[in-house]
């Protein structure tokens, strides 16, 4: 299969004024940006993971007794793109509270948690990738006002352990709610 293999750049910054430490030019940019490339590949599909599995612990929860209706509301309302990921998150929160499927201090974290991941996803979708001279790699992106991510191994460690975590809650509600039929 052909990989495609764009030109890639990458903008500079240092600012002046600033009293901490310059890092200065990266060493390894081309391998560097390979890795930011391919974890940012790897945090939009993860979210389209997050997203069936989502999909598929609603419906199973709501539609255990028939499998037809459970295809049906997969296929034809919840599955398509008539509803955003914002939709799909609050509704399937909103089910874990009516239905006290998760104790409140799980739902929490957990609502907190799918906040990071769509915003994370939303950056990464349409944000820039710099070099600061102080800070390293940052991502750049605009979510209610210009914001900034430092991507670190920290940055990253911490992003797998959040859809980790989401994954996670997803999968024993899928586990406990499985079709009678």
């Not at 890092?23 to 940019?29: A, C, D, E, S």
């Not at 008539?82 to 929160?93: G, I, M, N, Y």
């Not at 409140?104 to 820039?128: C, Q, T, V, Y």
């Not at 460690?157 to 406990?176: H, K, M, P, W």
Request: proline share 2%; charged share 30%.
């Amino acid at each position: 299969m052909k990989e495609f293999n764009f030109p890639k750049a990458i903008t500079f910054r240092l600012d002046i004024d600033r009293g901490d430490k310059i890092i200065g030019f990266p060493t390894n940019v081309d391998k560097d940006l390979s890795v930011i490339e391919r974890n940012r590949s790897e945090i939009l599909a993860a979210m389209i993971t997050i997203e069936d599995r989502i999909i598929d612990a609603m419906s199973k929860f709501l539609f255990k007794e028939s499998k037809q209706k459970r295809d049906y509301f997969i296929n034809e309302i919840v599955g398509t793109s008539d509803f955003s990921f914002s939709f799909k998150r609050k509704a399937f929160t909103r089910m874990l509270e009516k239905f006290e499927l998760l104790e409140p201090d799980s739902i929490r974290d957990l609502k907190a948690n799918l906040n990071k991941l769509m915003l994370w996803r939303n950056a990464f979708a349409h944000g820039e990738v710099i070099h600061d001279h102080h800070d390293g790699y940052v991502l750049k992106y605009y979510s209610g006002g210009h914001k900034e991510l430092i991507l670190n191994s920290e940055f990253f460690i911490n992003a797998e352990d959040v859809f980790r975590s989401c994954l996670y809650v997803c999968n024993g509600i899928v586990q406990t709610h499985k079709l009678k039929t």
